[in-house]
């Protein structure tokens, strides 16, 4: 089976998002920020759509599937990935990137109106972990030409494990190479992701607690060098 990596567009959104919601579907972070009985999957859908067409213009949206189908008939989506390019330190955020976060935070807003709430989306927790994202970034990344940040990673279930994960990381890490750049990461779970992107370049700088009372979920906070070979 031969299998390519290649730009997000319109047509594969419903696929990336049904990969997404079956790959985190025993997520630790996931199930910590969601309240499970009321857990919408329509609004969660919404929400995911609304990022994915963000992602298309301002973000390296990508997804993995086969080259072929034998009908010609699309595709099945078998993994995704979305990666924010590196933005140095001392260049201030272009009006441009500014408002088309406005823009994501408006559609959000609107999909929050249209189902009526967040869709069990517990939003202190949220703002728990992205203080705690701050944070941690603040204090790790220490290289001024910024860094690639890997925001989202997911295989389907049935594709896992065939070096499909692999093709989507090295779609930007050999590109951060030739760059001379450093990617970075959180992983929500440590067994087995840990491994994995060890195996991809990635070492552990940082764990980070997000705690809300009782509840706390562990992230791992990830950077990986550029390779000159
Ligand atoms: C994490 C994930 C993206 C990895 O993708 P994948 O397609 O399964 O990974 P690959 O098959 O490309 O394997 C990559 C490397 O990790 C190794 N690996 C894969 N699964 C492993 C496991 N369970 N334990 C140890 N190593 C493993 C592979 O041997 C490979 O190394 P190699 O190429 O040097 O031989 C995928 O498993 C996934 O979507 N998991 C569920 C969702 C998730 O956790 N997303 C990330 C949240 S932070």
């Given at each position: 089976m031969a299998i390519e990596v290649v730009d997000l567009t319109e047509a594969d959104i419903p696929g990336v998002i049904q990969v997404i919601q079956q790959a985190f579907s025993d997520d630790p972070y996931f199930k910590w920020v969601f309240d499970e009985p009321s857990f919408n999957a329509q609004r969660n859908y919404d929400s995911l759509a609304a990022r994915c067409r963000w992602g298309i213009n301002n973000a390296i949206f990508q997804v993995a599937k086969e080259t072929t189908s034998p009908n010609n008939s699309p595709t099945p989506i078998l993994g995704v990935s979305c990666w924010l390019a590196p933005h140095p330190s001392n260049q201030p955020e272009s009006w441009y990137s500014w408002t088309q976060s406005w823009l994501l935070s408006f559609r959000q807003l609107i999909t929050n109106i249209r189902h009526r709430?967040?869709?069990?989306?517990?939003t202190n927790r949220y703002w728990i972990w992205k203080t705690r994202q701050q944070e941690a970034q603040a204090s790790?990344?220490?290289?001024?030409?910024?860094y690639y940040f890997c925001n989202i990673v997911a295989v389907s279930p049935e594709a896992q494990g065939k070096g499909v994960g692999r093709m989507l990381f090295e779609a930007v890490t050999k590109r951060a190479d030739r760059e001379g750049v450093k990617c970075y990461l959180e992983s929500?779970?440590?067994?087995p992701n840990v491994m994995i992107y060890e195996r991809m370049g990635f070492e552990m700088k940082m764990e980070m607690e997000c705690r809300d009372g009782e509840d706390a979920c562990m992230l791992y906070c990830m950077v990986r060098e550029p390779k000159t070979e």
């Open positions: 709430g967040h869709g069990g989306l517990r790790i990344w220490d290289d001024p030409r910024g929500s779970k440590n067994v």
